[in-house]
T-cell receptor, first 111, second 110 residues
Framework: GQQLNQSPQSMFIQEGEDVSMNCTSS?????WLWYKQDPGEGPVLLIA?????ELTSNGRLTAQFGITRKDSFLNISASIPSDVGIYFC???????????FGTGTRLQVFP | NAGVTQTPKFQVLKTGQSMTLQCAQD?????MYWYRQDPGMGLRLIYY???????DKGEVPNGYNVSRLNKREFSLRLESAAPSQTSVYFC?????????FGNGTRLTVT
């Protein structure tokens, strides 16, 4: 089936550092989404990307949808302790709400 | 504003027992989904319902059944639980929009 390759698998950084993670796919997606999951909770949407090449920011978060529609990256600037969690990319096919998820990036932030 | 509500939050079953995981959404969404989350594997789609009255298999449907009871509710049933079904189960809903997720049901099968 379709798969999203997400990297890195985990990151251990110091508070204040910038973070970058990315996803690639062999399939073309209509929409690319980034979710964050806190312990014991469900994923929560951070950013949605709808157009190839689109660059979108949400506070300290910036994400871009690749020109080929097969990849995306998420950057977090000036990390803080509450950024800790698992970040998932997800691709959404045309005319469906169904999502294909990446394997996640576990982020740890040390003070 | 409840969003997507899942019950129960935790469950322990013995091999061979059956149970139903409940999910309800109050956002009038057409589509509903059941995912399972296992370490290192992200979320994998078990079953989904694109609209009331329809259900379809996802990536890992074996050992599960679903019922779209009405527009609000979508249940997941394990007829004979197996240890391989130990996981965290998430329900989600959407309507031509990014999915909204519940807070999960943590299931352990011994």
């Amino acid at each position: 089936g379709q798969q999203l390759n997400q990297s890195p698998q985990s990151m251990f950084i110091q508070e204040g550092e910038d973070v970058s993670m990315n996803c690639t796919s062999s399939s073309i997606f209509n929409t690319w989404l980034w979710y964050k999951q806190d312990p014991g909770e469900g994923p929560v949407l951070l950013i949605a990307l709808y157009k190839a090449g689109e660059l979108t920011s949400n506070g300290r978060l910036t994400a871009q949808f690749g020109i080929t529609r097969k990849d995306s990256f998420l950057n977090i600037s000036a990390s803080i302790p509450s950024d800790v969690g698992i970040y998932f990319c997800a691709g959404q096919l045309r005319n469906t709400d169904k999502l294909i998820f990446g394997t996640g990036t576990r982020l740890q932030v040390f003070p | 504003n409840a969003g997507v509500t899942q019950t129960p939050k935790f469950q322990v079953l013995k091999t061979g027992q059956s149970m139903t995981l409940q999910c309800a959404q109050d956002m009038n969404h057409n589509s509903m989904y059941w995912y399972r989350q296992d370490p290192g594997m992200g979320l994998r789609l078990i079953y989904y319902s694109a609209s009331e009255g329809t259900t379809d298999k996802g990536e890992v449907p074996n050992g599960y059944n679903v019922s779209r009871l009405n527009k609000r509710e979508f249940s997941l049933r394990l007829e004979s639980a197996a240890p391989s079904q130990t996981s965290v189960y998430f329900c989600a809903s959407g309507s031509n929009s990014p999915l909204h997720f519940g807070n999960g049901t943590r299931l352990t099968v011994t």
